[in-house]
Nanobody
Framework: VQLQASGGGLVQAGGSLKLRCAASGLTFGTYAMAWFRQTPGKEREFVAR????????DYGHSVKGRFTISGDGAENTVNLQMNTLKPEDTAAYYC?????????????????WGRGTLVTVSS
C-alpha cells in the first residue's frame, strides 16, 4: 500500500487549499481513509475520516464546518477541501489508511501512512 499526499502550500488566512491523497496497492473503497496533521513537538491530530463503503464522514472539532473529506473511486484518491483557513491550521498533513470499514480518530488506528504535505497559513 502506498499513499502520496500533495496540495500543500502557503495561503493567507481565510483562503482555501485542496489536499489530495493518491492511493495504490489497495482495493479503494474497502479501506478506511483519514487525514491527520502534526506540528513540531505535538502528537498527530485527527482531522477527518471517511468510510466509503458506509458513506460516513467525520471531522475533528477544530475543522468541522470548514473542511470536507471526499473520495474519488475513479482516481483512487481521497481529497481534503480546506476552506476558511486559520493560522492554527498550519501543520504537516498526512493521509492514512487501514483495512477496516472505518478507522478511528487516533493515529494508532491506521496501518499505512503517506509522507506529509506542509500547509502554512499566514495571518
Amino acid at each position: 500500500v502506498q499513499l502520496q499526499a500533495s496540495g500543500g502550500g502557503l495561503v493567507q488566512a481565510g483562503g482555501s487549499l485542496k489536499l489530495r491523497c493518491a492511493a495504490s496497492g489497495l482495493t479503494f473503497g474497502t479501506y478506511a481513509m483519514a487525514w491527520f496533521r502534526q506540528t513540531p513537538g505535538k502528537e498527530r491530530e485527527f482531522v477527518a475520516r471517511i468510510s466509503q463503503s458506509r458513506g460516513i464522514t467525520d471531522y475533528g472539532h477544530s475543522v468541522k464546518g470548514r473542511f470536507t473529506i471526499s473520495g474519488d473511486g475513479a482516481e483512487n484518491t481521497v481529497n481534503l477541501q480546506m476552506n476558511t483557513l486559520k493560522p492554527e491550521d498550519t501543520a504537516a498533513y498526512y493521509c492514512a489508511a487501514t483495512n477496516a470499514v472505518i478507522g478511528g480518530t487516533v493515529a494508532s488506528s491506521y496501518d499505512y501512512w503517506g509522507r506529509g504535505t506542509l500547509v502554512t497559513v499566514s495571518s
